[in-house]
């Protein structure tokens, strides 16, 4: 019994032996990864900060060395530093008479630099987006007026009918030739049916033809559609017509028409449409070109409300 006994004890402490050795592992192991993560966290600061430390010496270093290189040009350091002074002052000069001799230069770089929101806010165009407005469309008139004319109009519309057929636009022109030129912008609604293709079948018969020819088809597009409901068939008819009378090859034209730059030219008149936040057509917006400001005329658009406006811009 006494040996059975002694058995059993022994056997008992050695699995508490192995329990203990086991939780000593256990913590052992878990402080070893401890220590481990904090000497690679160590490592990891230590390698950055020296790289900066490096850096920020190397940048100085360079620095002196460009320094140096500069003041041995002039002798000294203080010559260096008098004739930075002076190049100040010349500056500084110079930006004065800027101002007085041609200021408008000056409101050029404020306008420049402004940023996006103040331009819009002020209701002022960027010098790129200006550009844009310009590219790949046409002029009517003098290209380097003072003011643009630009029509958002739809072939469909028939508020843009009344308006275009109204003829505001070339007693304007007529009246301020060099002052005053004009661009047409189309806006075809998605949900009428013949917009697009009308929009698109003009910017065929511009590339194929000539600025004079073009300015034809959008007075005779809208003289035609203004007496009677617009049909595709009547629109297709008017445009076989001006393609004939032009002596355009039918061929050339339908592929002009089904081109996908053609399309992309309409699209970036709608996207200039909606940039502005023009909410309907037709829709007139003069752009100063030397300022780059612009304002808006929406819907019903009285002749006087424009020639007071386009007088006040001119003075």
């Known amino acids: ?51 900066y430390i490096f850096s920020v010496q190397t940048t100085n270093d360079i620095h002196k060395i460009i320094n140096n290189i500069e003041y041995n040009k002039v002798w000294w350091e203080e010559n260096y530093k008098l004739l930075r002074e002076l190049q100040k002052d010349q500056m500084l000069k110079y930006v004065d008479e800027v101002k007085k001799n041609d200021p408008e230069y000056i409101d050029w770089l404020k306008r420049k630099y402004q940023n996006p929101e103040e331009l819009q806010k002020n209701m002022i165009l960027s010098e790129d987006e200006l550009d844009k407005f310009k590219s790949d469309t046409l002029i009517y008139w003098n290209t380097w007026a003072k003011l643009s004319i630009v029509e958002f109009s739809d072939f469909e519309c028939s508020f843009c009918k009344d308006f275009h057929n109204s003829w505001v636009i070339t007693r304007i022109l007529e009246r301020n030739k060099e002052s005053v030129n004009y661009i047409y912008k189309n806006v075809p609604n998605s949900k009428l049916e013949n917009s697009l293709e009308i929009a698109k079948a003009g910017k065929c018969i511009l590339a194929k033809t000539d600025w004079e020819k073009y300015f034809n088809y959008i007075n005779e597009i809208f003289k035609e559609t203004s007496t009677t409901e617009i049909k595709k068939e009547s629109i297709k008819k008017i445009i076989d017509t001006m393609v004939e009378k032009n002596w355009i090859k039918k061929e050339d034209f339908n592929n002009c028409i089904a081109s996908q730059d053609i399309t992309d030219s309409v699209n970036k008149e709608k996207w200039q449409a909606r940039y502005l936040w023009l909410k309907t057509t037709p829709s007139i917006v003069i752009i100063n070109s030397k300022n780059w400001k612009y304002y808006i005329y929406e819907w019903i658009i009285e002749e006087s409300v424009l020639n007071a406006k386009i007088e006040e811009l001119l003075k």
Do not use: A, D, G
Not at 3 to 8: A, I, Q, R
Not at 19 to 33: A, D, E, P, T, Y
């Open 1 to 51: 019994m006494k040996t059975e006994n002694k058995k059993t004890q022994t056997s008992e402490e050695n699995n508490w032996n192995q329990n203990n050795l086991h939780l000593i592992n256990r913590n052992s192991n878990k402080r070893n990864m401890w220590l481990l993560s904090l000497t690679m966290l160590l490592c990891t600061w230590l390698i950055i900060t020296t790289n």
